[in-house]
C-alpha cells in the first residue's frame, strides 16, 4: 500500500544498494570470502536497516500527522 513516489530517493538508494549486493554476491561467488567483501555486504546490510528505518520513521510521522488532522477537524 505504499506509494512508492512519496519515497523516490529512499526506494533509489534501496535500488543501487541491492545492484552492489548482487555484484559483490557474484564476487563472493568468484573470489571467495575475503574480508574486504565480507565488509562490503556488512555495510550493504547496514545501510538498507538506516533506509528502511528513515522510511519507517517518514510513515509514522504521516501517520500521526493525518490523525492530528482528523482530531483536529473534529472541534470545527
Not at 513516489?5 to 568468484?30: P, R, V
Not at 562490503?40 to 488532522?69: G, Q, S, V, W
Amino acid at each position: 500500500d505504499l506509494d512508492r513516489n512519496e519515497f523516490a530517493d529512499i526506494f533509489n538508494e534501496i535500488d543501487h544498494l541491492e545492484q552492489l549486493k548482487a555484484e559483490s554476491l557474484k564476487d563472493f561467488a568468484e573470489i571467495g570470502a575475503n574480508p574486504r567483501l565480507v565488509k562490503t555486504l556488512f555495510e550493504y546490510y547496514e545501510i538498507k536497516i538506516r533506509l528502511l528505518e528513515l522510511m519507517l520513521a517518514e510513515i509514522d510521522k504521516k501517520e500521526k500527522d493525518n490523525f492530528k488532522n482528523q482530531t483536529h477537524e473534529k472541534y470545527y
